[in-house]
């Protein structure tokens, strides 16, 4: 797996992934940005929610669970001082479909966290604190 990071203007990137798609990186306008895209550690967090998102949704495809929505909202606290850390993430995910069973939400979520997210178990492993909760919507 490669990537590279081209600087551009300011603290603006273009962050270039192997497989050829690209994201425009940023910082805030007090530390030289210009805000055109999101900060580095907030990608980090949203690679983190779609990493764990695969996971769980892949779970619940492979035992024919009824899916027709999945949210995985990420929440982080940072180290005061430098460097600024993750030392905690929650991930809290919102799971709609039809007549789905609670178990089987709860097992993937269990098994994204503990087996197959490489993201959570690199940041666990890291010393953050990781924490999951879901809720299931009938839709």
Known sequence: MKASVKW???????????????????????????????????????????????????????????VSDCIAAVEAE??????????????????SGSGLKEKQVQRAIELSAEKYCSASIMLAQGGVAMTHSYEIVEA
């Open 8 to 66: 551009t203007d300011g603290r603006q990137f273009v962050a270039e992934a192997g497989s050829g798609h690209s994201v425009v990186i940023d910082g805030p306008p007090d530390h030289g940005g210009r805000n055109t895209g999101p900060r580095p550690m907030e990608m980090l967090l949203m690679g983190l929610g779609a990493c764990t998102s695969f996971d769980v949704l892949e779970i619940l495809e492979k035992s024919r669970a009824p």
């Open 78 to 95: 940072r180290a005061d001082g430098v460097p600024s850390v993750f030392t905690r993430i929650h991930v809290h995910f919102t799971v």
